[in-house]
Structures are given as C-alpha cells and as structure tokens.
T-cell receptor, first 114, second 108 residues
C-alpha cells in the first residue's frame, strides 16, 4: 500500500546544478502531476501527464522538464537550479484527471537552492 | 484562474462548527477539498461534483451556491484533529488550480 512515493525528502543544490526528483505510484493511476508549494501561495501546477507518453505544461513550467515513459513513474528534472526554485515539491496522482477524482499526494521534497 | 478562499484563518473551540468558502469567477464543474497539516502532504477530503454529488469524508460536507461559482465546506462538531490548512481545488480541463488556503485551528 505504498501510494505515491517521492524521493529524496530533502535536497540542497548549488545554483546551476541539475537534479531529478523522483515520483512513483503503484495504484495504476493514469493522471500524474507536479506541484510546488511556496509560503502563502498555495499549490501551483508545474507539469502534468494524462498517461504514459503524454505530458503538458501547467502554470509554472519554466526551468523544469518531465517525461512519462511508464504509467508508474513521473520524474521532474530541474535543468539549472536557481534560488527561485527553492520550494516544497509535491507529486500527485489520480485515477483519471481532476474533474471526477481526488488526488493522492506524495510526502513531498523540500528543495533548497543556494 | 486561482480560486479565492475565505476566511484566511479561523479559530474554533472543540465542538464548534466552521464554514470555509471557495469562490471562482467562472461556474465550477467540480471542487476538491484537501487538508494539510504542518510539514505534511495535503490529504484528499472530498470532491463535490457538478450535480451536487459528494464523494469523500463522512463528517464533512460541501455545497455549491446557486450559480455554482462558490463552494462552501462545512465542518461540524469540530475535533482537535481538524486543525490544519484547508485548500480547495478547481479543475479546468486536465489542470487544477488551488486556493491559497484557510488555516483552521481547533482549541480544547
């Protein structure tokens, strides 16, 4: 009963470094998404995927890349980290999109860029 | 367009009721409600569908107003465990926008 698993839980990067945040779900959900959460700003959508091989941009996609080669995995890549990307990142999945189904969130990755 | 939540914060005594509102500039087809405790991930509470059907928590309910541009979340007989930040989410096609949150504190 793992649900949505995110790794790592914490990460410190230097400006300009790249890294990948991992997200995996074992519920056979078609829809997966990445959000960032900053104080006082709620959750903002970075990228989402409606199924393997299909991805699209959300509200704040710049500086991030995603791919979805399998139903289970949806990694988020930071291409060249900037201090403005310091945030808490959440991966979420749902059976079939948000119109009719709730999200299951991962436990989050707290990222600091120095 | 991000939905607007009100109030921003509310403090209750155990056993009291609370209402949290989520407003949009457009008619809502469905509304999600989540609760997040400090340092944890948001947890799905319920979804309110366009026909008024609800799927989720047994002690929490929600409704639309007449024009379906506002949803209200009703927390009855609040318990200490209800404390946290409540977010509404409004789907737009395959995208979902969240409100900035309402911080609820329940005191003994």
């Amino acid at each position: 009963n793992a649900g949505v698993t995110q790794t790592p839980k914490f990460q410190v990067l230097k400006t300009g470094q790249s890294m990948t945040l991992q997200c995996a779900q074992d519920m056979n959900h078609e829809y997966m998404s990445w959000y960032r959460q900053d104080p006082g700003m709620g959750l903002r959508l970075i990228h989402y995927s409606v199924g393997a091989g299909i991805t699209d941009q959300g509200e704040v996609p710049n500086g991030y890349n995603v791919s979805r080669s399998t139903t289970e995995d949806f990694p988020l890549r930071l291409l060249s980290a900037a201090p403005s990307q310091t945030s808490v990142y959440f991966c979420a999945s749902s059976y079939s999109g948000p119109t009719n189904y709730g999200y299951t969130f991962g436990s989050g990755t707290r990222l600091t860029v120095v | 367009q991000q939905p607007v939540q009100s109030p921003q914060a509310v403090i209750l005594r155990e056993g009291e009721d609370a209402v949290i509102n989520c407003s949009s500039s457009k008619a809502l087809y469905s509304v999600h409600w989540y609760r997040q405790k400090h340092g944890e991930a948001p947890v799905f509470l319920m979804i309110l569908l366009k026909g008024g059907e609800q799927k989720g928590h047994e002690k929490i309910s929600a409704s639309f107003n007449e024009k379906k541009q506002q949803s209200s979340l009703y927390l009855t007989a609040s318990q200490l465990s209800y404390s946290g930040t409540y977010f509404c989410g409004t789907p737009v096609n395959s995208d979902m926008r969240f409100g900035a949150g309402t911080r609820l504190t329940v005191k003994p």
